[in-house]
């Protein structure tokens, strides 16, 4: 195919493969890129999983995605998921900007893949003019499944063994899509 046609990364794997560890470490190696974005991150209580919740790439935003405590149509697993407040984080978010050079989104999965507004934003980020490093689920369907088929995306799946080594690789990957800050 053309060379350069690849601009967005997908890190995928197993649950618990570190791909979140994975997608954190490069959002401070690339922060001078001014990565905008959010994280996953599980919401714990006395060592039990009970939920997920969100936060901005910068730490000022934050919302819920599910807990096992919400009720409602919206579920996976044992999880309730709060499709209003995550629109409404998306929404804070402004994302694209008008014009971010580098976002990273952790992750499109089964969850946020229930609003619609997210789908939508995925798909306008893919095809912007923005490089996005993503992580997504492993196993899915429909959307996810699609998305992994772009022709304009390198899926890299990740493993214990693998990942520190695929860190490094994605980094380079993404400085040379990217037009360096020094103006030269």
Do not use: W
């Not at 149509?73 to 409404?88: C, K, M, T």
């Not at 402004?94 to 619609?116: A, F, N, T």
């Not at 772009?150 to 040379?176: G, H, P, Q, S, Y």
């Amino acid at each position: 195919g053309m060379t350069g046609a690849v601009k967005n990364i997908l890190i995928t794997g197993l649950p618990g493969c570190g791909k979140t560890t994975l997608i954190m470490k490069l959002a401070v190696e690339l922060r001078e890129f001014g990565p905008g974005g959010f994280f996953t991150e599980e919401i714990r209580e006395q060592g039990v999983r009970k939920g997920f919740q969100l936060a901005s790439l910068d730490a000022t935003e934050t919302g819920t995605l599910a807990h096992v405590d919400i009720r409602g149509p919206y579920r996976v697993g044992r999880y309730g998921v709060d499709l209003g407040a995550f629109e409404r984080f998306l929404e804070k978010l402004r994302l694209p900007g008008p014009s971010p050079r580098l976002v990273m989104i952790d992750e499109i999965g089964k969850m946020e893949c229930l609003s619609s507004q997210f789908r939508d934003l995925v798909t306008s980020l893919l095809d912007g003019p923005a490089p996005v490093v993503a992580t997504i689920a492993l196993k899915a369907g429909g959307f996810i499944d699609a998305v992994k088929r772009r022709k304009d995306v390198l899926l890299v799946e990740v493993n214990e063994r693998n990942r520190e080594m695929e860190r490094d690789e994605v980094a380079v990957r993404i400085r040379a899509l990217l037009p360096s800050g020094s103006g030269d």
